[in-house]
């Protein structure tokens, strides 16, 4: 359960005394997620998500994400600003954390698209791509290629605790995958860098929100896509590619932005890349996270496999 920090029901009424946002009803827990806490939060107005940023977040990036997202918003994406307080300010301190009062979207988080919702989704990411083309900010991507072969080395021998052998063919993959990464002729872009099916919110086949915009950054357009491939067309234990849901991620992107040649030839090293930063994260947190916390550790070899997947031509475009 992503829930790290708790929260006072005092110390929670005195935060939204800030807002014009009705007295506090309820909050709760919510338990999907790894990275940040979330509150569903009740008021006498309306419902709001209350998001305490944790780890992987840091402070000074909050703007960013928050100017992405009203720029996202002002634009028609289906995406949640965060609140206003009276004083104009968004970034407020809960519980010693950075913290956000969100727009509550509704709708239901995937966790087994249908190819249906997949071509949905991916025609929403080429929406946003498009609407990024005038925003003004940029953010390094801090889980980009240049951060995968550090971690790996935090990682250390303590990956073959995962799996006999995971260090060494990490090694070779990380080799393979970063020579000549930063060589490609590949058009960059705002992008969101972890849109998962749990970060999209469908009633029906109808997209009404994208969510966690917080590792959004500046990477090759078509790398959000390779993740979004990655994370959508196999099953949890990424043993099983669904062709037909990669398929149709691709169909839904088309409508915005045509795969060129140049994105098709480079697609399967993205897809390796997004299938590293992804293996390699979840190892560093399966290797700290002690086993009794109350989050779910995700499990980094169900993403080792999408990679040789991809390395073997048994995934892909
Ligand atoms: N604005 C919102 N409107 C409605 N529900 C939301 C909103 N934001 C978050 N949620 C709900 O809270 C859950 C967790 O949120 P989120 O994915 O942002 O957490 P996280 O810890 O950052 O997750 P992740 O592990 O994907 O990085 C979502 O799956 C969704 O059900
Ligand atoms: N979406 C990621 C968590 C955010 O880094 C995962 O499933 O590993």
Same mark, same amino acid.
């Given at each position: 359960?992503?829930?790290?920090?708790?929260?006072?029901?005092?110390?929670?009424?005195?935060?939204?005394?800030?807002?014009?946002?009705?007295?506090?009803?309820?909050?709760?827990?919510?338990?999907?997620?790894?990275?940040?806490?979330?509150?569903?939060?009740?008021?006498?107005?309306?419902?709001?998500?209350?998001?305490?940023?944790?780890?992987?977040?840091?402070?000074?990036?909050?703007?960013?994400?928050?100017?992405?997202?009203?720029?996202?918003?002002?634009?028609?994406?289906?995406?949640?600003?965060?609140?206003?307080?009276?004083?104009?300010?968004?970034?407020?301190?809960?519980?010693?954390? &950075? #913290?956000?009062?969100?727009?509550?979207?509704? @709708?239901?988080?995937?966790?087994? =698209?249908?190819?249906? $919702?997949?071509? /949905? *989704?991916?025609?929403?990411?080429?929406?946003?791509?498009?609407?990024?083309?005038?925003?003004?900010?940029?953010?390094?991507?801090?889980?980009?290629?240049?951060?995968?072969?550090?971690?790996?080395?935090?990682?250390?021998?303590?990956?073959?605790?995962?799996?006999?052998?995971?260090?060494?063919?990490?090694?070779?993959?990380?080799?393979?995958?970063?020579?000549?990464?930063?060589?490609?002729?590949?058009?960059?872009?705002?992008?969101?860098?972890?849109?998962?099916?749990?970060?999209?919110?469908?009633?029906?086949?109808?997209?009404?929100?994208?969510?966690?915009?917080?590792?959004?950054?500046?990477?090759?357009?078509?790398?959000?896509?390779?993740?979004?491939?990655?994370?959508?067309?196999?099953?949890?234990?990424?043993?099983?590619?669904? &062709? #037909?849901?990669?398929?149709?991620?691709?169909? @839904?992107?088309?409508?915005?932005? =045509?795969?060129?040649? $140049?994105?098709? /030839? *480079?697609?399967?090293?993205?897809?390796?890349?997004?299938?590293?930063?992804?293996?390699?994260?979840?190892?560093?947190?399966?290797?700290?996270?002690?086993?009794?916390?109350?989050?779910?550790?995700?499990?980094?070899?169900?993403?080792?496999?999408?990679?040789?997947?991809?390395?073997?031509?048994?995934?892909?475009?």
């Amino acid at each position: 359960m992503a829930v790290y920090t708790q929260v006072s029901a005092e110390a929670l009424s005195a935060f939204l005394a800030r807002y014009d946002a009705g007295q506090l009803i309820s909050a709760k827990g919510i338990a999907e997620g790894v990275e940040n806490s979330n509150y569903l939060v009740d008021t006498t107005t309306a419902r709001f998500i209350l998001t305490l940023y944790e780890k992987r977040v840091a402070a000074g990036d909050l703007p960013f994400f928050l100017a992405l997202l009203d720029h996202l918003a002002a634009k028609g994406l289906p995406v949640p600003p965060a609140i206003k307080d009276r004083q104009g300010v968004e970034i407020q301190e809960l519980a010693g954390r &950075p #913290a956000c009062l969100i727009q509550f979207l509704t @709708g239901v988080s995937l966790s087994h =698209p249908t190819p249906a $919702q997949a071509l /949905a *989704a991916a025609e929403a990411m080429g929406a946003m791509h498009r609407a990024v083309a005038d925003f003004p900010l940029n953010r390094a991507n801090s889980m980009g290629h240049a951060s995968w072969r550090p971690l790996f080395e935090q990682c250390g021998r303590d990956l073959d605790r995962i799996e006999p052998g995971l260090h060494d063919a990490m090694g070779e993959a990380l080799d393979a995958v970063l020579d000549g990464w930063d060589a490609q002729a590949l058009d960059a872009c705002v992008i969101h860098a972890d849109l998962f099916p749990d970060n999209v919110l469908v009633l029906g086949d109808r997209v009404t929100g994208l969510i966690d915009f917080y590792f959004a950054c500046t990477d090759y357009r078509v790398y959000d896509l390779a993740v979004m491939h990655s994370a959508w067309s196999f099953d949890a234990s990424g043993e099983t590619y669904a &062709p #037909a849901i990669g398929a149709a991620l691709v169909e @839904g992107y088309e409508r915005h932005f =045509p795969l060129t040649g $140049q994105d098709r /030839a *480079a697609f399967a090293r993205l897809a390796m890349g997004a299938c590293l930063r992804f293996a390699l994260s979840r190892a560093w947190d399966w290797l700290n996270t002690p086993a009794d916390a109350l989050v779910t550790r995700k499990d980094p070899l169900a993403y080792w496999r999408r990679y040789i997947a991809y390395r073997d031509g048994k995934a892909g475009l």
